[in-house]
């Protein structure tokens, strides 16, 4: 009976060990199953997202073959533009230089007539020496200011050369002109007021209010120019002919010392 006791106990222990393997396969296959699925699902999603991939990159090389394309031709179109530009760039260089080089050749030209402009105001100038006072010295004055604005620049050649000729023809219509004025005696000899008395471009001579005290200009490199004549006689002519050219004395002969011919005593 123990015997029999023990069997039946081995077998309800065996029979429940059998259900309880039993029921660990089945909890494993639905587990197995599970996971399965899920790998069927995650395999499927793969798929499609290697295929949506697949898709996206083939779009994104036929966009960037086309981009690349595009970017060639641009890129040939502005080589070409450039090259175009070059030439013109080459074209408008030598113009520039071309026009440049006219330039520096007209202001050479410029240049060397402004030079010789300044040569003519000192031939001017020194012409204008051999000239009476009255004459020389608003023009020896016009002289140097157009000389000063040669060599600064200031003035342009063309006018220039205009302002050269008002000047020497201001110069030229002195010659049949006569002039008389009252001024400030131009030499020491002779003080206070005098006559000046100027016949053309070859005549000038002062001569005091009183009429007893005068001199004749001669051309002369000196700094004066003037001589001094001590002889009353001659003194009253030269007042004689100033009245007379004012107005204040009827007309008549008038004797004109001349230098060369006049002595330091006053000898014709």
């Not at 069927?40 to 697949?54: I, L, P």
């Not at 002519?237 to 007309?251: D, Q, V």
Request: with cysteine; net charge positive; glycine share 4%.
């Amino acid at each position: 009976m123990k015997r029999l006791a023990g069997l039946i106990g081995l077998l309800c222990i065996a029979v429940n060990l059998t259900f309880a393997q039993s029921g660990d396969i089945e909890s494993e296959i639905k587990r197995a199953r599970k996971d399965l699925m899920r790998l069927q699902t995650e395999r499927k999603k793969n798929r499609f997202d290697m295929n949506q991939d697949k898709e996206e990159f083939e779009e994104y090389t036929k966009r960037t073959a086309e981009r690349w394309a595009a970017v060639k031709k641009e890129t040939a179109s502005i080589i070409k533009q450039t090259t175009v530009h070059e030439n013109r760039n080459d074209s408008l260089a030598a113009l520039i230089n071309s026009a440049n080089s006219q330039i520096r050749q007209y202001e050479m030209s410029q240049e060397a007539m402004r030079n010789k402009l300044v040569a003519s105001c000192d031939k001017i100038a020194d012409n204008l020496k051999k000239l009476p006072p009255m004459v020389r010295q608003n023009v020896v004055a016009s002289t140097a200011l157009l000389k000063n604005e040669l060599r600064n620049k200031s003035i342009a050649n063309v006018e220039a050369i205009n302002r050269m000729q008002q000047i020497l023809s201001r110069a030229e219509d002195a010659n049949p002109s006569i002039e008389v004025s009252q001024e400030s005696s131009p030499i020491a000899e002779i003080r206070g007021t005098v006559y000046r008395l100027r016949i053309g471009a070859f005549f000038e001579a002062v001569v005091n209010l009183k009429g007893d005290e005068c001199a004749v200009w001669y051309a002369s490199d000196t700094s004066t120019g003037w001589k001094t004549i001590k002889d009353p006689s001659i003194a009253a002519e030269l007042f004689k002919a100033a009245n007379i050219r004012e107005g204040k004395s009827m007309p008549e002969f008038v004797t004109l010392p001349l230098v060369d011919g006049v002595a330091e005593g006053g000898e014709q």
